[in-house]
Nanobody, 122 residues
Framework: QVQLIESGGGLVQAGGSLRLSCVAS????????MAWFRQAPGKEREFVAA??????IYTDSVKGRFTISRDNTQNTAYLQMNSLKPEDTAVYYC?????????????????WGQGTQVTVSS
């Protein structure tokens, strides 16, 4: 069983930056693919970025602005968000995939955090 706890959300002006963190409990963190999804009000949860042992994947709308990374010694995944836009406003969720593949589909992920709110004002 893996527990995920996100932090780092908040209110920021357009053009600003935030860094989200996701701390995982349990063993074998390095084997998991980690991802970030987001859900805006009235919309479905959508893929943002994923990281495996060797690769990173991003949705087109965040490429060049967001960076996903991980520190396996700290059991932590990060999402650095720069040049934020109002349309980035959402609850951001951390997810873990025990297969290690790093899917972009949410149903492939085994574990989820509780979410952290990111609000970008214009």
């Amino acid at each position: 069983q893996v527990q995920l706890i996100e932090s780092g959300g908040g209110l920021v002006q357009a053009g600003g930056s935030l860094r989200l963190s996701c701390v995982a409990s349990g063993r074998a963190f390095s084997r998991y693919a980690m991802a970030w999804f987001r859900q805006a009000p009235g919309k479905e949860r959508e893929f943002v970025a994923a990281i495996t042992w060797s690769d990173t994947i991003y949705t087109d709308s965040v490429k060049g602005r967001f960076t996903i990374s991980r520190d396996n010694t700290q059991n932590t995944a990060y999402l650095q968000m720069n040049s934020l836009k109002p349309e980035d406003t959402a609850v951001y969720y951390c997810a873990a995939d025990s297969s290690g593949i790093g899917w972009t589909t949410l149903r492939k992920y085994d574990y989820w955090g509780q979410g952290t709110q990111v609000t970008v004002s214009s």
